[in-house]
């Protein structure tokens, strides 16, 4: 089994930055890719970044592109995301996720979750 644990949520005005981590821990994959999702009440689960294993390739969403940066340190089995200019509908649940392959941008496609991190944008 693995555990993923997210940390770094908060609560920050527009314009400011958080950095989201999140820790592997249990079975170890010979290679994983990692993806950052975020959620709000009502609606699904949306797809924020990806990264692969060597962490030479990522992936955004249009609408964080340029904005977040996800990276990973897979000596310490963590995957940060570093979310800069935030705006108040960055406010949601943030979940990091673990897929035994490549990276992918549909939520079902992984196969472990954390438990979240709430990340509050005010006005």
């Known amino acids: 089994q693995v555990q993923l644990v997210e940390s770094g949520g908060g609560l920050v005005q527009a314009g400011g930055s958080l950095r989201l981590s999140c820790a592997a821990s249990?079975?170890?994959?010979?290679?994983?890719?990692m993806g950052w999702f975020r959620q709000t009440p009502g609606k699904e689960r949306e797809f924020v970044a990806a990264i692969t294993w060597s962490g030479g390739s990522t992936y955004y969403a249009d609408s964080v592109k340029g904005r977040f940066t996800i990276t990973r340190d897979n000596a310490k089995n963590t995957v940060y995301l570093q979310m800069n200019s935030l705006i108040p509908e960055a406010t949601a649940v943030y979940y990091c996720?673990?897929?035994?392959?490549?990276?992918?941008?549909?939520?079902?496609?992984?196969?472990?979750w954390g438990q979240g991190t709430q990340v509050t944008v005010s006005s």
């Open positions: 249990g079975r170890t994959f010979s290679s994983y890719a």
């Open positions: 996720a673990l897929r035994v392959g490549g990276m992918h941008y549909r939520a079902t496609m992984y196969d472990y």
